[in-house]
């Protein structure tokens, strides 16, 4: 119950808000994202896409239809089309006008506050993408603080090669279960995390990945043993939309 949330620790297993804090705000806004920094998260998670006119875009979808008032695919159009969307209102009138951000502007915000995750999504949809991210990241002296992740492995290796001061993350696909050794050695020859969600790992898997020195993020959008399952696997983070759990959270219960 709530009074016992209250009451969670996490201990060292680090939060990432995910998609920003996006059970309190519109996921992948510049709200979303200060709220997670507001409630305490290690970091902020969220994902890019690229417009027709070649800026990096935060949004989950590879189409506006789902969190904005307008409908289409991104690649599709510009950003002065994409900013013309409201991003906002469709979670609640209080965040009617919330513009959609590009990935220069999240940096801009929030590089240097918190650690942050960039997603990149469906790279094979946007040949170059993984250039496009290095040219932004390249400004930054710094990048420890900085992870990059994708369900593409092969665009992972590829952002390794191009970039080796920046840490990777591969996300794993439900067929993770299957994972042998040979794989997770592979995976970690390149990628410092590998992430699942928390319905298919377990704790032989994250056992192997902590033998290759490789760390383990699990996500999920709503498990009640989430805590609890990850303090049993020993997972490294918690990538939630709830960020730090703050007590008698009625959607979480
Ligand atoms: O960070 C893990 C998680 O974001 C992957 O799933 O669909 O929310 O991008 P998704
Ligand atoms: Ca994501």
């Not at 996500?219 to 989430?226: A, I, N, T, V």
């Amino acid at each position: 119950n709530g009074q016992r949330l209250q009451q969670v620790e996490l201990n060292g297993i680090m939060s990432i808000a995910h998609r920003g804090a996006s059970s309190y705000a519109p996921e992948n806004t510049r709200s979303a994202f200060r709220k997670g920094l507001d409630l305490g998260a290690d970091f902020l998670e969220c994902d890019v896409h690229l417009s027709k006119d070649g800026v990096l875009i935060i949004m989950h979808d590879e189409t506006v239809d789902r969190t904005t008032d307008g409908k289409g695919f991104i690649k599709d159009m510009t950003l002065e089309e994409l900013k013309r969307l409201d991003a906002g209102r469709k979670f609640g009138d209080a965040f009617e006008g919330e513009k959609i951000i590009t990935l220069d502007e999240f940096l801009d915000e929030f590089y240097g506050k918190i650690g942050l995750i960039i997603e990149i999504k469906k790279p094979k949809l946007y040949p170059g993408i993984e250039e496009q991210v290095v040219t932004l990241l390249e400004k930054y002296d710094d990048l420890s603080n900085i992870i990059i992740q994708s369900f593409d492995v092969e665009s992972m290796r590829k952002m390794h090669a191009l970039l080796p001061d920046v840490q990777i993350a591969v996300l794993m696909k439900p067929s993770a279960l299957l994972l042998s050794t040979k794989k997770i050695e592979d995976l970690t020859s390149f990628a410092t995390y590998i992430n699942f969600n928390i319905s298919y790992t377990n704790k032989w898997l994250v056992d192997q990945v902590h033998k290759y020195d490789g760390k383990v993020l699990v996500w999920s959008k709503k498990d009640h043993l989430l805590i609890a399952k990850s303090y049993q696997y020993g997972v490294d983070g918690i990538i939630t939309d709830f960020s730090k759990w703050p007590a008698n959270d009625p959607n979480l219960l």
